[in-house]
């Protein structure tokens, strides 16, 4: 299961801060010229920065659930209080920024939607590991005036600075109490994909953050479901009709507080997938009744239905039922390892909203095409 974990998933967009710069991300058809894949790097990978080698495979899986029910509540908050995403960072990608090029490891977020990196002149900037942008050593940062369109497009707070030439100016908050103030610009972004050698994005809104804290911690098998627009913008939102256990069905229209367009946020930064307690209890009497072994209390005390030992074969299939698309989870999907002899359910209950996490979306390509409103998933090992 470690291994599975070190590899997880490979999106087919840019699954993350980058996902609302591009029109359209249709993938599993041929190669086209806007369709574009990228390797993702798990935050507990020894390729990641954030790697603690001295942190045994459960403690760091308890570390994630932590952090998933904290960014339940931070999807949830009230707009009012500006709070977008706890970026915590499951998911890491290598891109660089300007021309010529500065590389560097940007965060993977289904969660947020602006694309920021911290910037010379540095009133106030955290360490990282790569240099920090200086945006006037690039030719192509363009700053956004304050009249501009995308200055007032903006799903996070925006002021114009007049001290700078009637800049647009941003101010992000996450979750986590970190934060980004800087400017709105225009700047070319590069990637390495798994299809094409690199994909350039010209003319990407980005936020050049002068003023930041860092909250970070160191075919055939396709099925497509529509995204349902609602607000806050800043997440994705589909809709889910019920859950199976095997063939027993859990329908959410008889259950009236989880049922609804948009009921569920698809997010690759939180780890379980999270569900009313109303649910929740309903769907945990579900699988303790196919499963038929005695229970054990979670060693971590984060997770509530457990077994000392468990076959792969006792686990029953979860089916995730949005709209369109039956979704069949394995129980790498459903499962998790939480101590050297324990296996716990990778669901929970959450008052904080209802949340389609990254541990159900292992070994699935993910691909969003936001022209015509859709996610679809396609089976995949993730680890070839």
């Not at 700078?164 to 070319?188: F, M, P, Q």
């Not at 939480?338 to 669901?347: E, L, R």
């Not at 409103?373 to 070839?384: E, I, Q």
Request: glycine letters at 6%.
């Amino acid at each position: 299961m470690s291994k599975t974990m070190a590899n997880c998933v490979r999106h087919y967009s840019f699954l993350t801060i980058f996902a609302i710069l591009v029109s359209s991300l249709f993938p599993f058809t041929k190669p086209l010229n806007n369709v574009f894949s990228i390797d993702l790097i798990h935050r507990d990978s020894p390729n990641s920065p954030f790697y603690d080698p001295s942190l045994s495979f459960t403690q760091r899986m308890n570390n994630s659930f932590h952090r998933s029910f904290h960014r339940s509540i931070s999807l949830c908050l009230p707009s009012s209080s500006v709070v977008v995403a706890s970026n915590n960072g499951e998911y890491l990608m290598r891109y660089s920024i300007g021309t010529p090029p500065v590389h560097t490891l940007g965060v993977a977020d289904t969660g947020s939607d602006l694309t920021w990196t911290q910037c010379l002149p540095c009133k106030n900037c955290f360490k990282q590991q790569s240099r920090i942008f200086n945006p006037k050593k690039s030719s192509t940062y363009k700053p956004l005036h304050c009249s501009s369109k995308m200055c007032h497009a903006a799903n996070f707070p925006t002021s114009c600075n007049r001290m700078k030439k009637k800049t647009c100016r941003y101010h992000v908050r996450y979750g986590d109490n970190s934060y980004s103030i800087g400017d709105l610009a225009t700047e070319t972004i590069r990637f390495g994909s798994s299809i094409h050698k690199q994909v350039k994005l010209k003319k990407t809104v980005i936020g050049c953050g002068h003023n930041n804290a860092d909250g970070f911690v160191p075919g055939d098998e396709v099925v497509t479901t529509p995204l349902t627009r609602k607000f806050p913008a800043t997440y994705y939102y589909l809709t889910l009709e019920g859950v199976s256990v095997g063939k027993q069905r859990l329908d959410f229209r008889n259950v009236s507080f989880s049922y609804g367009e948009g009921n569920i946020i698809i997010d690759s930064g939180t780890v379980l997938t999270l569900f009313s307690p109303e649910i929740y209890v309903k769907l945990e009497s579900m699988v303790k009744s196919a499963i038929k072994l005695p229970t054990i209390a979670d060693p971590s005390g984060s997770l509530n239905l457990c077994y000392k030992s468990i076959s792969i074969d006792k686990i029953p299939i979860i089916t995730m039922h949005f709209i369109g698309a039956d979704l069949k989870l394995s129980p790498w999907n459903t499962f998790v390892e939480t101590s050297d002899s324990s296996m716990c359910f990778a669901f929970a209950a959450s008052y904080g909203g209802q949340i389609f996490g990254n541990i159900a979306q292992m070994n699935f390509l993910v691909g969003y095409d936001l022209k015509n409103k859709r996610v679809s998933f396609k089976p995949t090992d993730c680890s070839k």
